[in-house]
């Protein structure tokens, strides 16, 4: 039987530990503390205000978009009160490295029998996976990764339209998804389907498809959720995505304390878990039943009584190293349409803009705009931090767009994940075999995938099945 009145700690006030504060509060539990270490709600998903033409307006500087398949999101949304019905459009073009625009999915401009034949098969081997994933690896859209080594699954479910019902299953084939991506696709003869995925993939810092295990790239792109992204039938939210867990937070009980910092964390047997705490007043002890960890797992492991279990787990997650900021222009001079450059998205031009993002259509060429890159590839040198934005300078340059000044720059740790080989060795069931030990549980983005829906709905499961 729950004892809805056990003190929880949440460490963490970004969608996850939001989101879990809610699925907590829906449950019936009524004395929780989330703890944030910066001035906001909201982690990666940060949208600030900008003033251009006299008028302030909200632009991404993490999370921009959802789609039909985000149903915990649309959870916290309508807990919230906030909604996606009124945001920006998602237009884009594509351009070379040169920096020339270019038409790789219109097979009337620059026609040539090569390019026709090429999108004839990438439509194809499009259909081709969408069979192959509902048929030989059934099973493969629910959230998180609990059984895929072993071949089986058990989670919520991603599909439509039983979604968040729970689904449990044997399915030897989804094995093949710790492969990494590029041989997943070779093996069923789908190559061509990268040139699609590539895109909300790569191009969003999530790691380049020769490294990344096939499950992080299906569970996030699942065929629903990448067919939205081709047909343009995105979600964004004109108050910007903080804004979901910024009305989540004030509908809380207890709203996260901002500004406080978990520091250390103790777990002596048989008694109460001791979490330090630093404010602007200072540091305290405060004392808890149960503790839920929505923040980095590996650095969890610098500020708490970590025991061998975890301390072997966690030291095997890796992240990317995403860079973005927000770009000023010259008046008229800036990009009018959001770009993509996949000739960026290799290993081998680690550290160049992959993509630009124009917000406000109606603010034409003055609309300040977001440049992304990722600077690190799993066996090769990062490209330094300052090369990284000199060279994404120079992208825009090319692009005929010179940065006049990065009003907002930052690097993220992003996107933590395993190995193909950790994945395949099981990383997934250690973990789940240590939920609750030390009345201590695992949640945020190493869980599922490193966005929005993902996080939000591992904190569900968190919530449903130990709570
Ligand atoms: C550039 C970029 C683009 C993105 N685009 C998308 C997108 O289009 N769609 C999408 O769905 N997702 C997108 N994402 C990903 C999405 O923002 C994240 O996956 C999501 O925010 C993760 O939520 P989280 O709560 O697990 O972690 P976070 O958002 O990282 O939140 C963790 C929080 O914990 C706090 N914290 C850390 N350590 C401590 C501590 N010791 N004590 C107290 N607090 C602590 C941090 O300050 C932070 O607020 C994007 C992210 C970035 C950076």
Redesign the pocket.
Known sequence: MANLNERICI???????ISAAMYLQKKGYKNFEI????NKVG???YSPKIKVNGEERTYE??????ALTYWAVSEVEEFGGATHLDGPNMRRMYRDSSGKEIHPFEPKIDFSFKKLFGLLKLKKQMKKLVKIMNTKYKGYDCYGHRGVAQGKFDGLSKEVPNHLQRITGENPNLKDLALPFSEFCKLNKVEEVMRIWIGPYTS??YGYFDEIPAAYVMKYLDTTTAIEFVNMRLWTWKEGTQSIYVKANEKLLHPAHLN???VKVERPEGKKIKVTIKDEKGTRVEEFDKLII??PLDRFLN?SDARDDEKELFSKIVHEE?V?YIAKFDKDKGPTISGYIFDNMTPETRGHAMVYYHRWEDLKGNCPSVV?ALRNHEGMESIPYEDTIRMMGEDMAKCGFPVKERLYEQE?Y?CPHVSCKDYADGWYDKLEAIQGKGNTYYA??ILSF????D?CASSKDIVERFF
Not at 35 to 38: C, I
Not at 61 to 66: D, K, L, Q, S, W
Not at 450 to 453: A, H, Q
């Open positions: 460490i963490g006030g970004g969608p996850a530990g703890y944030e270490k910066l982690g990666k998903s500087t993490g999370a921009i978009m959802g969003f810092g406080t910092e978990v929505t923040t500020y995403y973005d992304y993220t992003y945020g983005e490193g966005d929005m829906e996080t």
